[in-house]
C-alpha cells in the first residue's frame, strides 16, 4: 500500500462578482490555515481577515486548525453584508 505524501486542494474566496479558485499542493497533516497562506490568496485579496472571517470545506464551517485532506475545497467566507433576518423581511415586505 502506498501512502500519499502530497495531494491538492482547492482554496476559494468568493467576491460578489466573481470566485476566485487556487489550487494548491500540500503534505499529509497540513491545516486549513497552513494551505491558505501556501495558496498565495491572502496576497491577492489582502482585505481577508482570517481572525474575523469564517472559513469551511464544502459548506461545511471548520476551524483553521482543522487538518484537510485530499480533494478539499477550503472557502473562506466573506462578512455578511445585510443580516439574513432583515433581508427576509425585505424581500417578504416587497
Known amino acids: 500500500m502506498v501512502k500519499i505524501k502530497q495531494f491538492q486542494v482547492e482554496v476559494a474566496y468568493a467576491q460578489v ?32 481577515d482570517l481572525t474575523l472571517q469564517k472559513v469551511g470545506i464544502f459548506s461545511k464551517l ?17 462578512p455578511l453584508t445585510i443580516d439574513p433576518k432583515e433581508a427576509r423581511k425585505r424581500r417578504a415586505k416587497s
Open 17 to 48: 462578482q466573481q470566485q476566485h479558485i487556487i489550487v494548491v499542493s500540500v503534505e499529509l497533516g497540513c491545516t486549513i490555515e497552513t494551505a491558505i497562506e501556501r495558496s498565495g490568496i491572502l496576497e491577492i485579496y489582502p482585505e481577508i
Open 62 to 78: 471548520k476551524k483553521l486548525s482543522d487538518t484537510i485532506h485530499a480533494g478539499d475545497r477550503i472557502e473562506i467566507y466573506r
